[in-house]
């Protein structure tokens, strides 16, 4: 088991590796992108260009590049934007962080619960024309595009009825916890059901079909034939097993949301969480910062897939011989 | 000095920019629903309006808060309640923001008869935002600091200072011991030249040649802010969230031409907003004031619904089409002279969004600039000839393309030239590129890039700063991606004409605007550039800001706008 942890983790270093080597070679292939014209300012004589090529080291080979640009990230943890310059990445993204973790957490529980509870009951009342409705409104949910939904939710709640309604509602942006529970909740509430919505009707359409195959299981007609409760049996026995995929594709959604997935969440409510850092970087070609917010996202899904892979192997003994 | 425009939302934008007319003097022009409303402000200081925190907005930061590194446009209107200079431009609305004032120094410099020794006296009693004066070193050391820290125009702007051209080279051990002299007895400085320079009082009332304290690191001080003599100091900068400015404890008033005392006891800088959400959001009065360019989409409601709050100006620059005139077909005389007559200006100022947001241009040189005069040699689309042009230039058939930024506005003028580029006979494509590298990417000659779309934005006002900087020999520097002469254009004749106005500008500023005029016209003939059209600034305010003031050269006068 040590092992396959061990060789799992390995694997999961070497994807990194790929991925920041991957980005570094894009941006310098790119033509139009040497960071000195863009950092020495339009019009700038030669020799001032010379000058800003080598003060950041520009003129050296790109794998000398590569390392020192891995050393400054990783080692002397010192690397700075290209753009806003003199701006630390690695700050950056620690301070985006808990505004991404709180948008993140705060949705994930509530498409859980809309989930499980929509999935849950459209597969108990299977027969019905609840089924049906329920499930509507999970494609209803799945076929919303985040962007748009936010900027519909904006559009009402911040401006055709901001006058009545929703004039409780507070400017876009992100409050801290520091300025109290309140008012962070209430700057994400928004965000928060956006996002739900979509992954509130993936949870709830899966579920459903687990939930059905459960329920024709033998195990159930055992639990009936035991004379337990209808109840009883969709909760604590076909529920139960039905959750396990649920389980660990939350884990993988998860991973990938907190490593700024929720970009178009973030970027639509103006929240500056890592996604909203990512985009920026890449409107602006910050070498650096893409470098960051995807070694960071990318360590986030790659965690999560470790994750899941080793709970399987524990699991499931014949993973670990695959 | 180009500015990436609003779609591109980049933050490594250029600044400088400038308009004909600003709000101060009614010049605001009115279109179809968006009217330029002006509150003139009374003279001297009106002490009931002080107070209150003034709330701006844009999509990002803009780099750096160094000012002797920074070039962008949102920045350099922000330094103007930070820093100080020598001299500034006269900080009001209206035509009167082109002049110089003095500003640290108590009076206009006393000029050599030769034209190349400035000598200033320093105001005595300025301090800056951490209690220290301002002397003589802090000057010295600021023009040192210009080379040490290899700033964006130090080889270009400063380049003209005895020692400068060492300096640029060498910048560790840079001390312009000739070039920047202190004599702290007499509390003067003198700044001695290479050549005369009609254009250095301009130069030195930017950014970049603002005075600093002389202990301020020879390195890009980035988010940490460097104390300055403006009514205003930096408290905290993060580009992705926020910049918080609040009173420079020690600042008193000194000359109010130069730098007047603000009105808000606090400014609020945030960023993150797109500006869809920061429409809105002046609109609920949740923010006060907007820097990017306002979507095209909202201009109706604004102009019908919030046309109190909106202010339209014209600014000196324009959208233009570099054409390159070292490969083919343009490096023919009549194909570019086609290209002149191909293109319906009028069509293209509706795609950037009507008369409101822009007026079509004739000239290199925008109206109202220095040297502009008012010609109009391709008046009209006249397709027939441009097609009769290529014809006779014998590159009728080539393949010819096009690379626009991916903008909306860039798009859809390169769709139109395309189909233009076809009619005239040649056999035309779009390409299509990131707005972030469209711009370095077609300076470098070795991307053989036929035709653009760019835009420029004049960095101070003289005619120099568009002909010089866009069409000499000197800002070509073939297979760099800092080479702002995007034609390729080198023509001794005209590089000749071009010095001998620079130099008339020194003695007889009348011949040379006329000087500059015939040159303008000439290069029109020559068609190293299309102008397309000029573009105007939006300000779209909430409704409590009063005392909107354009200024011609750093817009509008974030400070000077109330909020009580």
């Not at chain 1, 050296?60 to 701006?87: A, C, I």
């Not at chain 2, 925008?366 to 005069?373: D, E, I, T, V």
């Not at chain 2, 500008?505 to 299309?530: F, N, V």
Request: proline share 6%.
């Amino acid at each position: 088991m040590i092992g396959y942890i061990l060789r799992r983790f390995g694997a999961a270093v070497l994807v990194l590796f790929a991925i920041s080597v991957l980005v570094f070679l894009i941006f310098f292939a790119t033509p139009g992108v040497d960071p000195a014209a863009r950092i020495a300012g339009k019009n700038a004589d030669p020799a001032t260009l010379a000058q800003v090529r080598a003060s950041f080291g520009f003129d050296r080979p790109l794998p000398v590049q590569y390392v020192l640009m891995m050393k400054h990230l990783f080692v002397s943890h010192d690397l700075t934007s290209f753009v806003n310059r003199g701006t630390l990445v690695i700050p950056q993204i620690i301070d985006a962080v808990p505004v991404t973790l709180s948008l993140v957490v705060g949705a994930a529980v509530i498409w859980m619960v809309l989930g499980v509870g929509m999935g849950t009951l459209a597969g108990a009342m299977r027969g019905t024309l609840v089924d049906p409705l329920v499930m509507l409104l999970g494609v209803f949910g799945v076929s919303l595009p985040v962007y748009w939904l936010g900027e519909v939710v904006n559009l009402i709640t911040q401006k055709q009825l901001h006058g009545s309604v929703f004039s409780w509602v507070p400017p876009l942006g992100y409050a801290p916890l520091s300025q109290g529970v309140g008012q962070w909740a209430l700057h994400l509430l928004f965000p928060w059901l956006t996002l739900a919505l979509l992954y509130a009707g993936i949870y709830a359409r899966l579920l459903r079909g687990e939930l059905i195959n459960a329920l024709n299981e033998d195990y159930v007609r055992t639990a009936r034939a035991k004379g337990l409760s209808e109840r009883r049996i969709l909760i604590r026995h076909a529920l139960r097993c039905s959750l396990i995929p649920i389980v660990s594709l939350f884990g993988l959604d998860f991973g990938a949301l907190v490593g700024g997935a929720a970009l178009l969440t973030e970027v639509v409510f103006g929240l500056p969480g890592v996604g909203k850092l990512t985009y920026q970087a890449l409107q602006n070609l910050d070498l650096p910062v893409i470098m960051g917010t995807v070694l960071y996202a990318a360590f986030f899904v790659v965690l999560a897939n470790a994750v899941v892979d080793v709970l399987y192997a524990r699991l499931d003994p014949r993973v670990r011989r695959a | 000095m180009k500015r990436i425009t609003a779609i591109a939302g980049a933050a490594l934008l250029a600044a400088g920019v400038a308009a004909c007319s600003g709000g101060g003097d009614g010049a605001a022009t009115s279109g179809a629903g968006t009217t330029g409303q002006t509150t003139q402000a009374a003279a001297g200081f009106q002490e009931q309006h002080k107070g209150g925190t003034l709330r701006l907005l844009a999509k990002a930061g803009d780099g750096t808060l160094d000012p002797h590194i920074n070039y962008s446009n949102g920045q350099w209107q922000i330094f103007q309640a930070l820093y100080d200079g020598l001299v500034s431009f006269r900080k009001v609305g209206g035509k009167a923001a082109y002049d110089i004032v003095p500003d640290l120094a108590k009076e206009l410099p006393q000029v050599g008869a030769d034209g190349k020794t400035y000598t200033f006296t320093l105001r005595t009693g300025v301090k800056f935002s951490n209690g220290d004066p301002v002397t003589v070193d802090d000057v010295v050391a600021s023009f040192r600091r210009i080379f040490r820290i290899s700033g964006p125009t130090s080889g270009t702007f400063y380049s003209g200072i005895v020692g400068a051209a060492e300096c640029v080279k060498k910048p560790a051990g840079c001390t312009l011991d000739k070039g920047v002299v202190a004599d702290a007895a007499a509390n003067t400085v003198t700044i001695n030249l290479v050549a005369p320079d009609s254009e250095f009082l301009q130069k030195l009332a930017l950014p970049h040649a603002v005075v600093l304290p002389k202990g301020t690191p020879a390195k890009d001080q980035g988010t940490t802010p460097i104390p300055g003599t403006g009514p205003y100091k930096v408290e905290s900068y993060n580009p992705n969230q926020l910049m918080k400015l609040v009173r420079n404890p020690n600042f008193t008033e000194w000359s109010r031409d130069a730098q007047p005392q603000g009105y808000p006891d606090e400014i609020d800088y945030n960023y993150g907003l797109t500006s869809e959400a920061a429409v809105t959001a002046v609109e609920n009065g949740q923010a006060d004031w907007i820097f990017d360019p306002l979507p095209a989409d909202r201009l109706t409601e604004i102009g019908t619904s919030y046309e109190q709050q909106a202010h339209v100006n014209p600014l000196a620059a324009f959208w233009y089409i570099p054409v390159n005139v070292n490969l083919a077909p343009f490096d023919k005389p009549e194909a570019r002279q086609a290209l002149q007559w191909a293109f319906d200006k009028n069509a293209l100022v509706k795609m950037f969004g009507g008369a409101n947001l822009a007026q079509p241009a004739c000239t290199i040189l925008p109206p109202s600039f220095p040297g502009h005069a008012d010609f109009c040699d391709f008046s009209q689309q006249d397709l027939a000839k441009a097609k009769q042009l290529v014809q006779q230039s014998g590159t009728a058939g080539q393949e010819v393309s096009i690379v626009v930024a991916d903008d909306d506005v860039s798009k859809q003028i390169g769709e139109y030239a395309r189909s233009v580029l076809e009619q005239i006979g040649y056999q035309a494509k779009v390409k299509v590129i990131s707005t972030n590298i469209q711009f370095t990417y077609i300076q470098n000659s070795k991307n053989k890039v036929q035709l653009s779309v760019s835009q420029w934005y004049a960095d101070y006002p003289a005619a120099s700063n568009f002909l010089n900087v866009l069409l000499s020999c000197a800002s070509y520097h073939p297979g760099s991606d800092s080479s702002i002469n995007i034609s390729g254009f080198c023509d001794k004749d005209a590089d000749a004409k071009i010095a001998q106005a620079m130099k008339l500008d020194q003695t007889d500023p009348a011949a040379s605007g006329k000087l500059w005029g015939e040159i303008d016209r000439e290069l029109m003939q020559k068609g190293p550039i299309i102008p397309l059209f000029n573009p105007k600034q939006i300000d779209f305010v909430s409704k409590n800001v009063g005392n909107y003031q354009f200024h011609a050269q750093f817009h509008a006068l974030l400070d000077q706008m109330w909020v009580k």
